[in-house]
């Protein structure tokens, strides 16, 4: 399976499916693009290191947002990607994207969807917001994308305990790597076997 994969900041996800690409635990999925909403992105380094196209489509670039929706249109069917990955991409897609795409859009959100989510939520705010909260367990949440903010049907969680000292950057780093690096191979693994059902908003992985 082709897929593109959206960026906006260091890229820890997209490094994730670079290595299990490299060591066999992600087959036949190969990245024809990395697409990223801003130059500053250290997530381009990563592609350039590994030889990976990228290109940088920052919405303030386009007066309008139907433009900017026509240009990532653009950039992301020339790639010939079948499935679109949102791996710490920040912007909102839009209507054309999503509905070229349907179902086919993934994206990974650093709480357990449906808490803690929705617009703004992104980021360390996530994880400041359930240490203020004082829930006791957090993690992550990979889910189809539609035209909303975290509300597409949830296809795999995983979650950690929230330990006593935590600080927010402590627990973002330790849902990074035991929750985000996970299952978003395993979820783009799921689509690449066809392993996925989607009825009424909910998502199944069926064998
Ligand atoms: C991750 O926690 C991701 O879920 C969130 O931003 C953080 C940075 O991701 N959206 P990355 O290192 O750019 O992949």
């Known amino acids: 399976m082709k897929i593109a994969v959206l960026v906006s900041g260091g890229g820890t996800n997209l490094q994730a499916i670079i290595d299990s690409i490299d060591n066999g635990h992600l087959t036949n ?14 997530a381009l ?3 350039k290191n590994h030889g990976i196209a990228s290109l940088v489509i920052t919405r303030k670039a386009y007066e309008t947002m139907e433009a900017y929706d026509e240009a990532m249109l653009g950039a992301i069917t020339s790639s010939g990607a079948e499935l679109v990955v949102m791996a710490g991409f920040l912007s909102l897609l839009g209507p054309k994207v999503v509905q070229k ?17 929705g617009k703004g939520m992104y980021g360390i705010r996530p994880h400041e917001a359930v240490l203020a909260r004082g829930v006791k367990v957090s993690g992550a949440t990979v889910h189809l994308v539609n035209e ?7 296809l795999l969680q995983k979650a950690v305990d929230v330990l006593p000292n935590d600080t ?18 395993q979820a783009i693994q799921c689509m690449a076997d066809n392993k996925v059902v989607i009825e009424n908003n909910l998502a199944k992985i069926v064998d």
């Open 29 to 42: 999925v190969s990245i024809e693009v990395v697409i990223a909403s801003n130059a500053n992105a250290f």
């Open 45 to 47: 380094e990563r592609a």
């Open 101 to 117: 795409y349907a179902n086919r859009i993934l994206n990974i959100h650093p709480a357990l969807i449906p808490s803690f989510c």
């Open 148 to 154: 909303f903010y975290d509300e597409g049907p949830i």
């Open 168 to 185: 927010p950057e402590t627990l973002q780093k330790r849902i990074m790597k035991e929750c985000e690096q996970v299952i978003l191979p």
